[in-house]
């Protein structure tokens, strides 16, 4: 069975850093595109930055120059770096993979969530 574990959730101050890791675990033979979204009470998902495979990104543009994506193939996990963070980065944010697993000798693939991490960005 795979999972996504997400950690490095908190409480910052407002132009403080924090860096979030999702770590996939299972059968799994391909990860296709990872990607971080967010959602506060009331709202829509809504995506925060992705990464292909090949290590393409792209990001919303409310984070463009103070979220970093990357991905570490070798250890299935992907990583959000986010400066400069302001009090409408409050939010519950999820990690997302699309991924090729076993199931017995069936490949197939599927989309799979976190259980999401907080993050609380105040003075």
């Known amino acids: 069975q795979v999972q996504l574990v997400e950690s490095g959730g908190g409480l910052v101050q407002p132009g403080g850093s924090l860096r979030l890791s999702c770590a996939a675990s299972g059968s799994i033979f391909s990860i296709n595109a990872m990607g971080w979204y967010r959602q506060v009470p009331g709202k829509q998902r809504e995506l925060v930055a992705g990464i292909t495979s090949g290590g393409t990104t792209n990001s919303a543009d409310s984070v463009k120059g103070r979220f970093t994506i990357s991905r570490d193939n070798a250890k299935n996990t992907v990583y959000l770096q986010m400066n400069s963070l302001k009090p409408e980065d409050t939010a519950v944010y999820y990690c997302?993979?699309?991924?090729?697993?076993?199931?017995?000798?069936?490949?197939?693939?599927?989309?799979?969530w976190g259980q999401g991490t907080q993050v609380i960005v105040s003075s």
């Open positions: 997302h993979a699309h991924i090729g697993s076993l199931d017995g000798s069936r490949q197939h693939y599927s989309d799979y």
